[in-house]
């Protein structure tokens, strides 16, 4: 399946992700809005865009960087980075079941501000995130697994040095 994830608050039509019924998915965060709002959109059969109901960034002061794929269900996912008052912004998901979205989760597990999700599934159709951690003066990049309540099993990726590493991106090979 195809994830691209706009690492800008604004617009970004890259190569969006696509359902098993062709439908593309895009969201973005709103700085307009003070990037309060998260927004979702998806294909309307050929004919344009059409604004899918996503209220999950609500609950909080500021949401940056969302990312959507679609499971093989054809239910999208989102992860994005979000912050509550002037704490630290931490990365949350959510997911299509039915006819909403899940409330949002904690999808990471450290102290740090985080940023950047990327959201991918593997063959066998398990999401796994990657994400940026600012540790002190450096950043790190960590990645998760579903366990199919949250993500788990935390582990950090990059060498844990003096220079930044930002923008992770997950993809699969032609086997999942």
């Given amino acids: 399946m195809k994830t691209t994830c706009p690492t800008l608050l604004a617009l970004s039509l890259l190569l969006p992700p696509f359902s098993a019924a062709g439908e593309a998915y895009l969201a973005w965060s709103d700085a307009a809005a003070g990037g309060k709002a998260i927004h979702l959109s998806r294909t309307a059969g050929g004919e344009g865009w059409e604004s899918v109901p996503f209220d999950g960034g609500d609950g909080f002061a500021a949401n940056y960087l969302p990312c959507v794929a679609v499971d093989s269900g054809g239910n999208p996912w989102i992860v994005w980075a979000a912050q509550k008052d002037d704490a630290d912004a931490q990365i949350y998901f959510s997911r299509r079941e039915g006819d909403g979205f899940t409330p949002p ?16 599934f593997d063959g066998e159709g398990v ?18 697994r579903f366990d199919g309540k949250g993500f788990s099993g935390e ?7 003096d220079s930044p590493d930002a923008k992770p991106a997950l993809g699969t090979d032609a086997g999942g």
Wanted: charged content about 20%; aromatic content about 10%.
């Fill in 155 to 161: 582990t950090m990726v990059s060498s844990p040095d």
């Fill in 105 to 120: 989760r904690r999808a990471s597990g450290g102290e740090g501000w985080e940023s950047n999700p990327a959201l991918a």
């Fill in 127 to 144: 999401p796994w995130i990657a994400y940026a951690r600012r540790a002190g003066a450096s950043s790190e990049i960590f990645c998760a």
